[in-house]
């Protein structure tokens, strides 16, 4: 069965933290992806990977950053975490083809105060 | 670009209705995939069915079932029989050159 998992279902920080979001698949994908969610809208990319050390920007990289120094896992980094950063995280794998399939995590939801 | 529409913030119905969840596209790729992702409550995006852009046959599966139209670049879905476990946010993503494109969701609730 297909598992993705989230280090944490809930988070509460305080502006100014730096935030680690860790993100484990066991299904051997290469590709990973960070997202957040927020009412309205929908799912928006914040970084993704296509293979261990890579890392590109997606949609709204400002104010986050990403590692990825094993295939399986995938971290979300906040460096100074902010009020506008509270949100749902989801992060995905898939593997590398157009049809990929991604599957999500149970997601984190982080609130900051 | 590429976008997704769900023009349909929030639907509620009465246990056994047919409900129909509507999503629109738009891309200039031949090539591509359209996907429904289901939310319940719990959080996890449950994924339903993948379709691609050469493939317009309709998809039935169980009380489900999918139409894709491409001259009107729309993927809808429809529930039949609903019930109240089928109350959740609902997804519809556009994947091209590797990445998925969501729309804003639709929330559907399932009055018993």
């Known amino acids: 069965d297909v598992k993705v998992t989230q280090s944490s279902r809930y988070l509460v920080k305080r502006t100014g933290e730096k935030v680690f979001l860790e993100c484990v698949q066991d299904?051997?994908?290469?590709?990973m992806f960070w997202y957040r969610q927020d009412p309205g809208l929908g799912l928006r990319l914040i970084y993704f990977?296509?293979?261990?050390?890579?890392?590109e920007k997606g949609d709204i990289p400002e104010g986050y950053s990403v590692s990825r120094e094993k295939k399986e896992r995938f971290s979300l980094i906040l460096e100074s975490a902010s009020t506008n950063q509270t949100s749902m995280y989801l992060c995905?794998?898939?593997?590398?083809?157009?049809?990929?399939?991604?599957?999500f995590g149970p997601g984190t939801r982080l609130t900051v105060l | 670009a590429q976008k997704v529409t769900q023009a349909q913030t929030e639907i509620s119905v009465v246990e056994k209705e047919d409900v129909t969840l509507d999503c629109v596209y738009e891309?200039?790729?031949?090539?591509?995939?359209l996907f429904w992702y289901k939310q319940p409550p719990s959080g996890e995006l449950v994924f339903l069915i993948r379709?691609?852009?050469?493939?317009?046959q309709n998809e039935i599966s169980g009380r489900y079932s999918w139409n894709f139209q491409k001259s009107t670049s729309s993927f809808n879905f429809t529930i039949t029989a609903s019930q109240v476990v089928d109350s959740a946010v609902y997804f519809c993503?556009?994947?091209?050159?590797?990445?998925?494109?969501f729309g804003s969701g639709t929330q559907l609730t399932v009055l018993p």
């Open positions: 993503a556009l994947s091209s050159a590797r990445q998925l494109t």
């Open positions: 379709r691609n852009s050469f493939d317009e």
């Open positions: 995905a794998s898939s593997i590398p083809s157009l049809a990929d399939t991604q599957y």
């Open positions: 299904m051997d994908h290469e590709n």
């Open positions: 891309t200039r790729d031949t090539t591509y995939y």
């Open positions: 990977s296509y293979d261990v050390k890579m890392k």
